[in-house]
């Protein structure tokens, strides 16, 4: 089993930048890809950023394509969503995920950071 916590949600003002960080312990020889996701209340959760830990190779959704990137440290088994450019729209929980790549990140998830935009 693998396990995965996030953190560095907080407020931010419209224009500014946050790091999140997720870091996963456990069973991690049983993922090969982590993403990010986040959610507002009353829509679905949706995919953003993701990255495979083997090759570095990442996928970005057009919805923050050119704000947000992704990057790992696998000494330390944690990807980061840097976020810049903040809009007040970015306000949603976010959550880590992590999975074999080429399926849906299913398996694993985190218990998601609050993110606050104003």
């Known amino acids: 089993h693998v396990q995965l916590v996030e953190s560095g949600g907080e407020s931010a003002q419209a224009g500014g930048s946050l790091r999140l960080s997720c870091v996963a312990t456990g069973a991690t020889q049983d993922i090969g890809c982590m993403g990010w996701f986040r959610q507002v209340p009353g829509l679905e959760r949706a995919g953003l950023i993701s990255i495979s830990t083997i090759n570095g190779r990442t996928y970005t959704a057009d919805s923050v394509r050119g704000r947000f990137t992704i990057s790992q440290d696998n000494a330390k088994n944690t990807v980061y969503l840097q976020m810049n450019s903040l809009k007040p729209e970015d306000t949603a929980i976010y959550y880590c995920?992590?999975?074999?790549?080429?399926?849906?990140?299913?398996?694993?998830w985190g218990q998601g950071t609050q993110v606050t935009v104003s």
């Open positions: 995920a992590a999975d074999r790549c080429g399926v849906p990140f299913l398996n694993y």
